[in-house]
């Protein structure tokens, strides 16, 4: 199993190195960024978010503002800040932090809270992103309040990039994650699928992103034609693959 994506957000590049070195020691991967600007276009890669209270550019509430109006809003933030005050603590709480760690903190309990968040982090069964809505309970997909007709492979394939949305996965990863290790077949297999899952929903519903694989689309549906929808839920379209 891959290794959770801790992103480090802090200005003083000491304590950011330190921090990043005990996170990596414990098992996890780790991206950095000094500023705002660089936290904001870095959190989609994010599993977990360790943000500072004071960066150069921005408050580390401005970022954390921002960051719970985005695609990712449900990623874990913990905040790390020499502010001691209660109601400095509380706003950071009330502004969309997870948990709070006032410096100075030893490594042991940064990794335990950051761990104990990763445990908390429940996937979300709903994702709405722009024209689209995938309900992974109910095991539907909208675009512009219609229901979309997909075969099971496809709405696995849809709700798998819903449920990550701006991370961008291989051709091999999307095999591994969504048809499962004891799949036989090519990865032109998910080539299929997405031209598929473009046909029936948008164009724009899947991204290409050269040389790595596919993400989740803006869902903005401009320039496109209607939908196709379902005339009977759950109906697969005949002549459709499903592998």
């Known amino acids: 199993m891959a290794a959770h994506t801790v992103l480090v957000v802090e200005d003083d590049d000491a304590v950011r ?59 874990p933030v913990l905040m790390l800040t020499a502010r001691a005050r209660e109601a400095e603590r509380v706003e950071g709480l009330e502004s969309g932090a997870d948990d709070y760690l006032t410096k100075p903190f030893s490594a042991a309990e940064l990794v335990a809270r950051v761990r104990a968040l990763l445990r908390r982090a429940v996937p979300r069964k709903r994702v709405t992103v722009g024209q689209l809505s995938v309900d992974a309970d109910a095991g539907e997909v909208t675009w512009r309040d219609e229901r979309c007709r997909l075969t099971p492979r496809e709405f696995g394939l849809l709700a798998f990039l819903a449920a ?23 990865e032109r297999t998910v080539d299929q699928h997405v031209a598929q899952l ?18 989740l689309g803006e869902c903005r549906g401009a320039d496109h034609g209607e939908p196709r929808v379902a005339d009977l839920p759950g109906a697969s379209p005949p002549g459709r693959a499903e592998r």
């Not at 005990?22 to 978010?49: C, K, T, Y």
């Not at 473009?198 to 993400?215: E, K, L, N």
């Open 17 to 75: 190195e330190v921090v990043a070195f005990h996170l990596r020691r414990a098992g996890f991967a780790v991206r950095e960024a000094s500023d705002a600007a660089q936290a904001l276009a870095a959190v989609p890669d994010a599993s977990l978010v360790v943000l500072d209270w004071m960066l150069p550019d921005a408050s580390g509430l401005t970022v954390l503002k921002g960051l719970r109006d985005s695609p990712a809003s449900e990623v």
């Open 164 to 186: 990550n949305p701006g991370r961008v996965y291989s051709r091999f990863e999307l095999l591994d994650k969504v048809w499962g290790e004891e799949f036989v077949g090519t």
């Open 198 to 215: 473009r046909a029936v929903v948008s164009d724009d519903v899947v991204v290409t992103v050269r040389g790595r694989g596919y993400r």
